[in-house]
């Protein structure tokens, strides 16, 4: 089942390598995703996006045949020299954990979100509209389409997302996500809060 993250953003510059931000390669994805967060501040670019350390997410599964699936988990982000965003999120319907990459590419002069489907490394491109706090993002996978639409503020954001396989809809899902409270407590102790996105950080990539 493909899915897309809630929005978020991080990149890394490790040991002073620096990858190519119009590619990506499943190496270099996991490396990434096994690579601690930081905060430096990311580019502008990606920082308008919100960025939670620690964020809890709503998910409401729908299929053709009317069957609807709920469930909550929960969301991290990091962010990696100021370049890299690091989403990650576990489902119990998804029997792959979900990770996504967002990186700026030059090149395309547009954010992209790598993420993992099936085993093989998947890009989307998403569109973000600062003012409006507007998301979009498409991509496709073999016979799979992704299609993603969504809002955010300082405080929650929405994402709807729509599945197609060989042209036909085949799952909608619907996220609602939000910054868990320290109260709330995250397992490392840390303060899940919201980064500072325009002066030591940066809900939308795709992954699994």
Known sequence: MKTTLPICCSVLLIAGVAWGQDSMTLEQ????????????????????LPVWKVAKSSSVFKLPDGRVFKEESVATTKTIGGKYVVCSMDSQYIKEPMRAVIVYDEKAS???????????????????????RITASSGTHGEFMEISVGTYSDTEAFMRVSVYKNGVLSLTREVRSWPMKAEDGA??????????????????????
């Open 29 to 48: 994805f996991n490396t990434l995703v096994a690579t601690p967060g930081d905060t430096n501040a990311l580019r502008a670019e990606l920082a308008p």
């Open 110 to 132: 547009a954010i992209k979100s790598w993420g993992i489907a099936g085993g093989s490394l998947v890009v989307s491109t998403v569109v973000l509209d600062p003012e409006k």
């Open 187 to 208: 397992a490392n102790g840390s303060q899940p809060v919201r980064s500072e996105t325009n002066s030591t950080s940066g809900a939308a990539g795709s992954g699994r």
